[in-house]
C-alpha cells in the first residue's frame, strides 16, 4: 500500500476492516468499472495509491469475476504507454490511471505522447478527499495546489474534476464521447477518494455509452464526386498513405489499382502496406527512401492523394514544398486541424478515411463499367491471385537497399560488430508474418523505416490489423514508448509475436517495465540496439558539426540484466548469432526475451530529414 492512504496506521496490518468489500453496497469505484466492461475494455494499466484505492477494490472485484482487472506498471508513464499500445492494436479504448500528486504528474508524458499521436485513453487520476482541498493535504494536487486538471486540459481532450456522485454518469459520457471521436485523444478525469469511495444505488440503470465509442463514417457525398472528378482528369497519380488510413489500407490499393496509381506511405503508416505490393514505392518521410522521394519528384505526376496523415515533419519529410506540399496535392482527413498544414492543397476532405475511399472506388468502378471498361488484371500477378515477388527485398527498394543485396558485402554483413542494417534485415525475414513491430525514438527508429520489411505475400498487398504490424510513436516521440506499448500490445493479442526495438538509451529510461512482461508471462521479444550512447544525439552531433557532448552511455549488459528480472536473455554479436535463435520457441514462451544486440556504433542510420529541419534548410 502506498505511503499515502489515509487510513489510520497499522489498520490494513491488523485488519479493522474486510479487504476489499464495500461498507454498503456499490461504490462510485465499482461504477465506473460496469462502464469499462460495458466499452469492452480488458485491463486497467496504472500504480496504485491511497487515494485511489477504492478504485482498485473494485478491480479486485472485477477480476474476480473474469472482468477488467488491473495490470501494474512500475511508473505512471509506462502504464500510459501500455494503455496507448492496447488501444492501437485493439482499436477500443485504452485506460490507465494513477492516485493523486505525483502519480498524476508522472502520467503527463504517456498522456502527451497519446494526444500528439491521436491514441484514444480514459486517463482516471485520484485527489485528496474534497474537504481536504486546500488544506495542505499529503500529495494534493487539487485546484488549490499543483492543479493536476489544469495540467491535462493541455494534454488531452477532456478534463474535469467529478465532484460529486450525480456527475459520474455525465462526465464519462463526455470522457467517451471527446476520446473516440475526432480529433481522438486521451480525456481525463480526477475523482477524489470520498468520492471514489461514495455508495451508489445498486438499482439505478448505466446509460448505454456503447453507441458513444462507434465512429460514425461522415461523407460529403458532393465532395466525393468532386474527388473522382480531380482523380479521373490526373495523368498519373500517386497515393501517400498515413497513420489514419488505419483499416482502410485495403480500399486505399483497391482505388490505387483503378487509377493505376503508384503508392507510398509516411513512416506512422509503414506496415499498412505491404513492401512487396508491385504499387509500392517506399516510405517517404524521416528514415524512408530514395525511391518514394523520387517518385513525388516525377514532373510526370500531376495529382498526389495524402489519406489520413498529419504531415508534420515526419510525414511530410521536413516540410518538402517540392516533392509534397504544393498545388498538386489532395487531403483526405476526418480531423480538420491537419488542414492547417496544407493549405496550399488544391482539395481538402474532410470525413471517414475508409468511408470517402469507399465511395471514390465505387464511383470510378461504376464509371468504368459504364462506358464498357474493366480493369485488366496485374500481369504481376498469378491466376489465384497472390503477387508474385522475388526472393529477398521490394523491388522498389532495391536502389537504397543494394547494400543489403549484394553479395560482395556479405562477410559485412555477417561480421562482427553487427550492423543494424543486417539486424532489422534479418528481423523481417526470422519472424512469422503476423509479427507487430513497435520500434521506439532514437536511432532504432530511422533503421526500422528504412530496412524493416517483413516478408508478406498475401493477395491484397496490405494488412488487417487494426494499426497496421509496424507501429511507431512519432509526433510527440518519447523514449521507452515502445516498451510499455508492446506489452499493452502483447495482452490484447495473446498469442501474436510482439518485437519490441528499442536502443540502450530508451532501456535505461524505462527498462522497468519489462518485469511486467515478466509478471504477466507475455512472449515478448525486446531487441536493444546497443552502441553504449545515445546514438541519434551522437550521429546528430557529427552531422551537424556540433560539439560531441553528453552522448556516452557506460557499458551495460542487458542481457544480463534481463536474466536478473527474470526473463530470458542473450547477447547478439552478428547475424550468425540472431540466426541460431529458435525463434518459434522464443515466440511461445510463457514470458519475455531480450536480445542485447552490439551495433556497430560507426554506422550512420538515415536521419538525413531530421537534420534538413534542425537546420532550418529549405
Known sequence: MSLNSDAPEGARETGDRSPGLPKAGLEVGDRIVQYLEQLGVEYVFGVPGGAIEPLYNALAR??????????????????????DGYARETGRLGVCCATTGPGATNLLTGVATAYENEIPLLVITAQTPLQTFGRGAFQESSCSGVNTVAMFRHCTR????VSHSSQLDTKIAGAILSAQHSPRGPAHLSIPLDLLRT??????????????????????RKLVDTLCEHLLGALRVVMLIGPGCGGAAGLAMEVAAELDARVVVTP???GLVSAYHPRFHGVFGMGGHRSARELLCDPAVDCVLAIGTTLGEWASGAWDEVALLNPRLIHIDDNAEHFARSPMARLHVLGDPGGVLAGVRD??????VSRGRTRQSDPRQSAAGAIRVDAGFPHALFAPLRFALDEVHKAYMEDAPLKPQCLMRKLGSRFPPPTRYLVDTGNSLPWAVHYLHPLDRRLAGFRPACGGLFRACLEFAPMGWAIGAAIGTALARPGTPVVCITGDGSVLMNGQELTVAVAEALPVIFVVLNDAALGMVRHGQRLAGAESVANT???VDFSAVARAMGAEGHVIRCAADLEALDVDALCARPGPTLLDCRIDPGEVPPIATRMKALRALP
Open 62 to 83: 472485477s477480476a474476480r469475476r473474469g472482468g477488467p482487472r488491473p495490470v501494474l506498471a512500475r511508473h505512471e508513464t509506462g502504464a500510459a504507454f501500455m494503455a
Open 158 to 161: 477532456y478534463s474535469s474534476l
Open 199 to 220: 455508495p451508489v444505488d445498486p438499482g439505478s440503470a448505466l446509460l448505454d455509452l456503447r453507441g458513444l465509442a462507434q465512429r460514425p463514417e461522415l461523407v460529403d
Open 268 to 270: 506512422g503508416a509503414k
Open 363 to 368: 464511383r470510378i468502378s461504376r464509371r468504368a
Open 553 to 555: 552511455l557506460p557499458p
